[in-house]
């Protein structure tokens, strides 16, 4: 029997004869709310972890914001604490560029320009630019994100910004605004990600102008997202590209998979295999304290807390997402023993 490739094409269009998927629901509305509630009075008064500064106005966050919520792929929700309050998307914002993209193009194109492996180094790093022979690295580290914002269609900065606000707004079902006020901070400061985006074109791994495309994506960074809105974007990607709350398609189940692969991969930095050891769902974190995670079939959770470990992700947030995993059932790699089949005899 010939070896099938890692790189070949199935036998069935993914988009008219999908390929068996994991499903499940969540708990029933009255458990899911006391399980979620529990997890938030668990840990609203831990203390570890500090407000990132490096980005002047981020340093501005409250440290006792702390929220959580729960968005069933069939649309059921429920959150608690400082669900509302608005906070900078930050990096949490690539792996739904990085959907809108292979969406554009083709998450078999995007793999080649993009790649799809973790680097095992900080979020940007320059060095993981370097030791790859490819020069591409992923998605979801700065340099990969930089790379998949200049992909996005358009002929000019201010046509592929407004593809990718309006994009990341179906994510939401609602229309998201960007912070000018987080926008020219962070283009203030950004002088590391210029760096990054030279690097890359002069390896021919940018596909816009490197100026321009930080810029577009320093305005992704900036828009303003509650952690429902987050909940919401993340259960879309549970419900195969589908917003639960507006019925809009955002992208195809096939792309849907394949970002959710490269979140398990690459989420959570340097720490993502901890992440995947503890948690086991794919998830995104950004510095502003938001973590995205994701149940195939079942949700999407969200949680903020400002305050960050040393790799950059919110100490709160993996601690309540941990605990939700196990107490809702949500780990992709949590199973039981299957029943032994009835005697025939």
């Known amino acids: 029997m010939a070896k099938l490739s890692m790189h070949e094409t199935l036998p069935f269009d993914e988009e008219t004869?999908?390929?068996?998927?994991s499903t499940g629901e969540l708990p029933d509305a009255g458990h899911l709310r006391d399980i979620?509630?529990?997890?938030?009075?668990?840990?609203?008064?831990?203390?570890?972890?500090?407000?990132?500064?490096?980005?002047?106005?981020?340093?501005?966050?409250?440290p006792d914001l702390f929220g959580i919520c729960v968005v069933g792929a069939r649309g059921r929700s429920f959150g608690i604490g400082d669900t509302e309050t608005g906070f900078s998307i930050q990096s949490v914002s690539k792996p739904f560029v990085f959907a809108l993209a292979?969406?554009?193009?083709?998450?078999?194109?995007?793999?080649?320009?993009l790649g799809v492996n973790g680097t095992g180094l900080p979020f940007d790093s320059v060095m993981a630019v370097e030791?790859?022979?490819?020069?591409?690295?992923?998605?979801?580290?700065?340099?990969?994100?930089?790379?998949?914002?200049?992909?996005?269609?358009?002929?000019d900065a201010e046509a592929k910004w407004a593809a990718v606000r309006d994009g990341l707004s179906r994510f939401a079902g609602r229309e998201l605004t960007m912070s000018?006020?987080?926008?020219?901070?962070?283009?203030?400061?950004?002088?590391?990600?210029?760096?990054?985006?030279?690097?890359?074109?002069?390896?021919?791994?940018?596909?816009f102008d490197p100026e321009e495309a930080t810029d577009v994506y320093t305005r992704q960074c900036s828009l303003e997202v509650t952690v429902h809105d987050l909940a919401v974007m993340a259960s879309t990607l549970s419900n195969g590209g589908v917003n639960p709350m507006t019925g809009v398609r955002v992208i195809g189940p096939g792309v849907c998979r394949r970002v959710l692969a490269v979140m398990a991969i690459a989420g959570l930095y340097e720490l993502s295999g901890d992440w995947l050891y503890e948690v086991g769902?794919?998830?995104?974190?950004?510095?502003?304290?938001?973590?995205?995670?994701?149940?195939?079939?079942?949700?999407?959770?969200?949680?903020?807390?400002?305050?960050?470990?040393?790799?950059?992700?919110?100490?709160?947030?993996?601690?309540?997402?941990k605990y939700l995993a196990e107490r809702l059932g949500l780990n992709l790699f949590a199973s039981e023993p299957a029943e032994a089949p009835p005697d025939p005899r």
């Open 17 to 21: 004869s999908p390929p068996p998927i």
């Open 36 to 62: 979620v509630t529990e997890a938030y009075e668990r840990y609203r008064t831990n203390r570890e972890g500090s407000v990132a500064d490096y980005i002047p106005v981020l340093g501005k966050a409250s």
């Open 102 to 113: 292979c969406d554009q193009i083709g998450y078999e194109a995007a793999r080649r320009q």
């Open 131 to 155: 030791l790859n022979a490819a020069r591409t690295v992923n998605p979801l580290v700065n340099a990969g994100a930089i790379a998949t914002t200049s992909l996005i269609a358009g002929d």
């Open 180 to 207: 000018t006020e987080v926008y020219e901070s962070e283009s203030a400061t950004n002088m590391r990600n210029r760096g990054i985006a030279r690097l890359l074109e002069s390896y021919g791994r940018l596909y």
């Open 281 to 321: 769902m794919p998830g995104k974190s950004g510095v502003s304290g938001g973590i995205v995670t994701i149940s195939p079939g079942k949700g999407g959770l969200a949680t903020y807390s400002p305050p960050l470990d040393p790799a950059g992700n919110s100490v709160r947030g993996q601690l309540a997402t």
